[in-house]
Structures are given as C-alpha cells and as structure tokens.
C-alpha cells in the first residue's frame, strides 16, 4: 500500500514493527543506525517515516530536522521512550506529524501510519457526505437518510473526525487527542461512551452499524453502501 | 584539653572574660578621673583664694604666708614670699619654683623642700602673684594628696581586676561547659541520625532559647525526613506489590496457557487477559513517572491564565455519558471562580482524576457535583460525590501516591490518580482538601492560590 521507512536501533522491536506494518500490506524498509536512516531517508519516495529518538550516531530529531532542513516534508512519526509532554512538544517543533510513546501497541502505530498517510485534506468543505451520512458543520446538522440526528457539539465534531476518515482505523487516544484536545490519558473507558452514544443516535431508525469496534485499538467508521 | 580550647564555647567564654576587663578598666578609669579631677578642683581654688588673700594686703603678705605654712598638721604646705632681690623673707620655700607663673593660677611643679629635716626635690601644686613692692609670694600645697588618690584607685584596680577576671572566666567556662554538654548531647543524637535511626530526635530545652529552637528545628526537619523516607519506602513496596500482582497473573497465565490452551481462541483470550494487565502494569509506572516529572519545577513553563469554570463545564461533558451509563447525575457548577494561572491539560488531567474517582465510589442513583468557585479570592475546584466518604483519620493519607482505602482494595486502579492530583496542585501552588459533602459523601477540593 504504501512505502514505509523504519528508522529503529533495537532490532526486537524493529522486527515486530516490520511483520505487524508488512502484515498490513505495507513495504516497509528499516535502518538500525542514525546516519544509515538519514542516507535512507534522503533516497526519498517514501510515504512514512517512523523514527526512534535515540538512535546510534545521530539522534532521531536532529534526522528529522535536517530532512525538514533539506524541504523534505514525508510525514514523519517519531517513537520515543521519552513519553512527557515537554518531550513530546520539542518532538513535532522538530518536524515530526505524530508521535507515540513507547510502550504502545502495534495497533495505535499502524492506525496512526494510516492517518498520516491518509491526511485529509482538511478543506473548507462545510458539508461533509458519506453514504448515507450528511453533516453540515455550519449549521451543526446532521442527517441519515432522511432522518435527523439530534447530535450534541462535541459528537457532531467526533463525526465529522470520523467521516473524513471513512474505514481508517482511529484509536481512543487519536480521537481523545484531537476531538477533545487533551493529552493525557484517561483511566475509564471514556472514548467508548461516547463513541457508544454516537452509535446509538446514528443507528436509532434501525439502520445497519456504522461504526465498527476494532478490538484493542479503536473503531472505524464505514459507508453504508 | 585542646578540643575544650578549640570550641568556640571555650573563645567565648575568653571573649567575655577580656570584655569583663576592659569594662573594669574603664569604669575605674572613670571614676578615677572624676574623683582626682574633684580634689584637684578643690585644691586649686584653695590656693587661688588663699594667694589673693596674701596679695591682697602686702603688708601682711609675710605673716600670712607664715601663718598657712605654720597651720598645717601633715606637712603639706608650703609657701614663701620672696623680695625683688630673690631673698626669702617668709615661709618655707628656697626659692619661686621655675615655670610658676605669677598669676594666680595654681601649677604642678617642682620645688626644694625642707621635709622631716631634709631637703628634698618634691612636685607640689602651687600659685603665685608679684606684690607691688616687686616681691612674689608663692603659697603651695603637696601633690601627695592627688597621688594617693591615683595609687589608691590603681591598687584597688588592682585588687578588684583579678577576682573579677577570675570570676569571668569561672563563668564563662560554666557557660561554655554547659552549652558544651547541650552540643555534646545534640552531636550524640545526630550521631545516631547518621547511623541510620531516623526516629532519634535532639534533645530540646525548655528555656525556649536559640539552641531549642534550632534544635526544635532540626527536629521537625527529622520528621519531615522521616515522613519522606516512610513514602519512599511504602511507594516503594506498593510498586512492588502492585508491579508483582498483574506480573504473577500474567506468569501463571502465560504458562498455564502454553500447557493447557489447546485452540487459537483460548490462546488468544490468554494473550489478551496478558495484554490487559501488562497495560495496566503501564499505566502504572506511566503514573509513577508523571508524578515523578510534576515534581520538577520546570514543569510550570506550560502555565497560562486558566478559567476554572469552562475547564469545570468541558470535564462534566467529558464525563456524562460515562455518568448516566452508570445512573449517575453529573452537574456541572461554574459560579464566579476567579481566573488563575495554571497549565490547562494538568488542571484538566487533575479534575478528570476526581471524577474519574468520584464516579467510581459513588453508587447508582446517586449524583456527583462539580464546582468551580471563589472563596476568599481563591479560585475552588471540587467534586462532591454522594459515595460513603472518606474517615476522618484516612483523609491526610488519600493523597499520597499509592494509597488506596481498605475499602477500596478490590476496586480497579492503581491509587495514583490522587497522588498526581495533589503533584499537579502542588505544582500550582494548591492545596488539596478532603471533607464532608452536603449530601453526605465525600468532597475533594483543590484551592488555587487568589491574584
């Protein structure tokens, strides 16, 4: 699907990071070393880069800077074992789009790779349709078929995340980051109550589900035709 | 003997031994001075009237001298009443004495005087005036008297210095032997600090003076020290407890599993069971780690002005529907809390926490508050539950990290969640409150400082 470069020093989980992403039909090239990665990275063409931070012979965001530097602009996640917030801040001024703590599951890595290879345009549209879903966001309506879907702000913004991501995997802590714009994580099953109550309002005429749980990491929202 | 001579009690003690002294010195000096200056007053007037007297009436001038020479039980006038030509014509002096001016006025000089039958060379104090004839009558009294006066107060200096340097420094060796003693006492006890016995404490008097102060001081650092060894050993033991409980789990599921599973599926429910208390073991150590980092200061670089009541109305959105899932009302209460200067995503994460919590005890049917208020200028957040509440004597203790109530034992959670609560407080210079609710549950409260 999508050409992949691995940038990662520890070989175990390079090779679970490989099979899970090569699993999911991407090609997907790694490099141990920094300046290996850097060399890499400069050939180009890939759809994702994935680095670690701490890398033998030259640190992870000083890599990215550089690319960034060179006007490289492939989405870069950066994957560190620094998981504070400040750390996390200094991750994506250096050039990073996404970045994940370790430990995390290959699930929220591979659903993240998704959305960053999946950017959507985020366009002035103001209407947004899939399938039978239809939301205004300037008006704050949102339909099914014909019927009207009595949707509070926060779950017309979790909509409206969902359905510009149409079959894309998004796990809680995406929707926790960018629906509600917070950044920690919370301890109760908070995300699937809410993603719950949406389910619920979208399905309350009968219609089929939309909204599929994907076990352990997320949901994935689909078309219904 | 030496270590006495290097303590600083001992060169105190010398200090004001020396002190002592000088002070004897000066106030005899003072003294001296007043006195001998009042006898030498005394006696300068006398010669002045008793000349002026002589000079007043030459004619009698020679009678005169003799007479104050004659009338003088201790030998201690002299006089005389020399002619134009130097000759003595009255009184018991050879000649005027040289530097005595002839103006009235009384000097100290030398002069030949016939004492005891003998001549001697003696200082004396006298005054003179020149008589119309050409003569000069000296009238002259011994200094004797003065320097008795002078010797007097030296010998009873004298006398007086080496009982009171004594004295002093008897004393001051008392002083610095018994602070000596308290130093000696407290060195014990710290002492024994060192070696590790941290319930020692340094003995305090009673005279509430600068060395029970300090000592008192030192003693409630020791407390403080005590106290933080005691949650470094019991966050210590409950990490272990709490990392070795899920790990056991996972152990024993692992290897039961890899002997017994005999399908994919019931491999792949041991995995997940594994997978769910490996994340919660994460969580764990994440919280451990997040408390860790809100205890450093440079955290306070994400600080902002900061509306309690939106991040009250936002936290009870967020939690809602996990509220009315488990028939729990949740009210959202913004009234006039005054804007403060704080992070937005730790004082969102520190609310979310007592939700999170206050939700968790309270029991179906029941209602959770969440208040953003003033009070004294302080800006109040608090979540008030209608759960069982907390005892008086448990309070102090739900904020630390790792501590659970009994009852709360077999609930899910780790028992951080309050524990960063009161580190990110703590970060915002907030104190954090448990109390009674008005509906009977608990109320947790953190008070943002006010300005």
Known sequence: MARLLLIEDDADTAADVLADLRGRG??????????????????????????????????????????????????ALVLSALGDVDERIRGLRSGGDDYLAKPFALGELAARIEALLRRPVE????????????LDLMAGLGRRGGRDLDLLPRELKLLAYLMRRPGQVVTRAMLFEEVWGYRFTPKSNLIDVHVGRLRRKLEAGGEPSLIVNVRGIGFTLSADD | MTEILRSTAFRWAVGIALWSVLFALAIFGFVYWQTAGLLREELAETLRLEIRAVAADPAAAAERVD????????????????????????????????????????????????????????????????????SVAVIGHDSDELDRVQGMTMRALGVGLAPTLALSMVGGLFLAGRARRRLAATEAAMDRVMRGELRTRLPVGTRGDEFDRLAGNVNRMLDRIEGLMGDIRSVGDAVAHDLRTPLTRLRARLERSREQAATVDEFRVAIDHGLAWIDQTLAMVTAVLRIGEMEDERRRAGFGPLALGDLVTDSVELFE????????????????APPILGDQDLCAEALANLIDNALKFTPEGGEVRVLATRRAGAGILAVEDTGPGIPPGERDRVFRRFYRAEAARLTPGHGLGLGLVAAIAKLHGATVAVTDAPGGGCRMEIAFPGG
């Not at chain 1, 680095?51 to 960034?68: A, F, H, I, K, S």
């Not at chain 2, 050879?94 to 100290?108: C, E, I, K, N, Q």
């Open chain 1, 26 to 75: 991407h090609e997907v090239d790694w490099a141990a070393t920094g300046p290996d990665g850097a060399q890499a990275a400069r050939k180009g063409a890939w759809g994702a880069i994935i680095l670690d931070r701490m890398l033998p012979g030259l640190e992870g965001l000083e890599l990215l800077q550089d690319l960034r530097q060179a006007g490289d602009r492939t989405p």
């Open chain 1, 123 to 134: 366009a002035p549209e103001t209407v947004l349709r899939l399938g039978s879903l239809e």
């Open chain 2, 67 to 134: 007479t104050w020479v004659a009338v003088d039980p201790h030998a201690e006038h002299y006089g005389g009443l020399f002619g134009p030509d130097g000759r003595r014509r009255a009184g018991n002096l050879d000649a005027v004495p040289a530097g005595l001016h002839p103006d009235g006025d009384p000097y100290r000089v030398g002069a030949m005087v016939e004492l005891a039958q003998q001549r001697i060379h003696d200082e004396i104090w006298a005054a003179s005036l020149a008589l119309p004839d050409g």
């Open chain 2, 321 to 336: 529907p996990l509220a009315e899932e488990r028939g729990i009302r949740l009210t959202a209460i913004a009234d006039g």
